[in-house]
């Protein structure tokens, strides 16, 4: 059973998880995308819904970027794997597109493949807030 006050600290999260989500829909009508911000927003949209789920279900979790610790935490009937090639790359995502030099020159490919990842954690998160008793995932 959650915690008293972890639905509204959970919205507050998914909400958070949302605009990213919005903002690559927005990013994406651009016919040349900034491809390192849909990246980021990507990887900052899968971790807030994580961060919401745990949040509902009242298991602490650090201040990390790391989708792999997040979705250990989030246990097995999440459907995720904390090993998923896919989430590992998403994590390296959250900061290395903000900075020059940090990162190889972000393709299309990379871009989508993120977008997917976020989507699929974003659909995972909200079957598993629905399955908790979440209002409204």
Not at 7 to 30: F, H, M, Q, T
Not at 40 to 60: D, I, M, N, S, Y
Request: charged letters at 25%.
């Amino acid at each position: 059973m959650p915690h008293e006050g972890a639905s509204s600290v959970a919205a507050a999260w998914l909400r958070k998880a949302l605009n990213d989500l919005r903002s690559i829909e927005i990013l994406g009508r651009d016919p040349d995308p900034p491809l390192d911000m849909l990246c980021f927003h990507a990887q900052q949209a899968a971790e807030k819904c994580l961060k919401a789920l745990l949040a509902f279900r009242g298991v602490p979790f650090p201040r990390t970027h790391d989708l792999t610790v997040l979705v250990g935490l989030a246990g097995p009937d999440l459907g995720l794997a904390a090993d998923d090639d896919d989430l590992v790359e998403l994590s390296h995502l959250a900061v290395a597109p903000r900075y020059p030099f940090e990162i190889e020159e972000i393709t299309r490919e990379v871009a989508d493949r993120a977008i997917r990842t976020a989507r699929r954690v974003e659909a995972l998160v909200r079957t598993a807030l629905r399955t908790s008793g979440f209002p409204n995932p």
